[in-house]
């Protein structure tokens, strides 16, 4: 069993790709060890898992929170395909404002670890996606912040003009709008 992690163009986000092993009844991996994560530079404790089910052309973010309760989070796709998004905004970092962006997808079964300091957002590919991701922190509604998906600043290859948003989602500022919480 085991993992390769990758570290990616902007520093703190890792792609998991997990050893699959397949047989004539199907295929097992283990999506999170500790121990494993930890020897790679992943040491959150996670507390909360999340599931969400959305239709193609769904968008969902850019999310993230505020301290005290800013999260790490640790995403896979086990149904369908997405791309998935990390902006950076940690200020003062020399990516500011730069994005990573992945496939995930049931096929893959890759996994991309997103660390505090980052929004994050995913857009749905296939005829449906089933996302989960394990958070090191709870979610607050009081706490929890956006950026609109189309910032131009930002510049996210998006490969669709008018995807699915929630009201909430098609309402967050762009990042230079963004206030010092």
């Known amino acids: 069993m085991g993992y390769q992690f990758f570290k990616l163009d902007i520093d703190g986000v890792i792609l998991i790709k997990p050893d699959i092993h397949y047989d004539s009844r199907g295929f097992f991996l283990e999506s999170y060890t500790k121990k494993e994560f930890a020897n790679n530079g992943i040491n959150e404790e996670f507390v909360q898992d999340n599931h969400s089910f959305s239709i193609k052309n769904t968008l969902r973010g850019l999310h993230y929170q505020i301290k005290p309760f800013e999260q790490s989070k640790l995403v896979r796709c086990i149904s ?95 990042l230079q709008d963004i206030k010092g919480d």
């Open 80 to 174: 369908g395909e997405i791309m998935d998004v990390a902006v950076d905004i940690r200020k003062g970092s020399k990516t500011y404002g730069k994005y990573i962006s992945v496939t995930l997808s049931s096929e893959n079964k890759n996994m991309l670890y997103i660390p505090k300091g980052f929004a994050h957002g995913f857009l749905v590919t296939s005829d449906y996606a089933e996302v989960i991701y394990k958070v090191d922190n709870y979610y607050s509604r009081n706490h929890e912040r956006g950026i609109i998906w189309n910032d131009e600043t930002i510049g996210i290859r998006w490969p669709i003009d008018t995807p699915i948003i929630s009201e909430k989602d098609r309402s967050w500022p762009k």
